[in-house]
């Protein structure tokens, strides 16, 4: 069953509610527009990457491997704290897997309203990204494509970071 056929079952059993499309267990937001544009970058053209990421289950590794360690980091735990980590993993894997040129779609919020008043710093996304690429390395993604990825994911940094 394809993801798109999987979101709208679980829809149709109740299990994630329209607008934000967030799954029961996940914290309610303010309504918004559900886009693939939200994901903040375009897909990688192809899915070379998509793949050498391991494809959706690789992606699913990664995040919850990235959540993991962005969360025991000191440098950057705090931030996760009161983060609604059942959203955020299931937006991250989305939007990774968008970007990657799977065939995923990006239901989460834009990144600057995601990232609304959280006060991150150059040095809090710096921090991530080391802990992303960890997760990429554990998951055996060539560094070739792990660039690829981070060079798609790189652009968002001023829609992402409120504090130089």
């Avoid at 150059?122 to 060079?151: C, G, S, T, W, Y």
């Amino acid at each position: 069953m394809t993801y798109r056929a999987r979101l709208f079952a679980a829809l149709a059993a109740g299990l994630i509610a329209a607008p934000g499309l967030a799954a029961a267990d996940e914290q309610p937001v303010a309504p918004y527009t559900v886009s693939d544009a939200n994901a903040g970058a375009a897909p990688i053209p192809g899915d070379a990457v998509y793949r050498a990421l391991h494809e959706r289950d690789g992606i699913e590794r990664i995040v919850i491997d990235l959540l993991d360690r962005a969360r025991a980091d000191p440098r950057i735990a705090d931030i996760f704290k009161a983060s609604d980590m059942e959203r955020l993993n299931r937006t991250l894997t989305e939007q990774i897997c968008y970007i990657s040129g799977g065939p995923c779609h990006y239901t989460g919020r834009d990144m600057k309203t995601a990232h609304h008043d959280l006060g991150l710093q150059n040095a809090d996304l710096n921090a991530l990204v080391e802990d992303l690429q960890l997760a990429m390395n554990d998951e055996k993604v060539a560094f070739h494509d792990q660039n690829r990825l981070l060079a798609k994911l790189a652009p968002m940094q001023p829609a992402v970071v409120q504090r130089r």
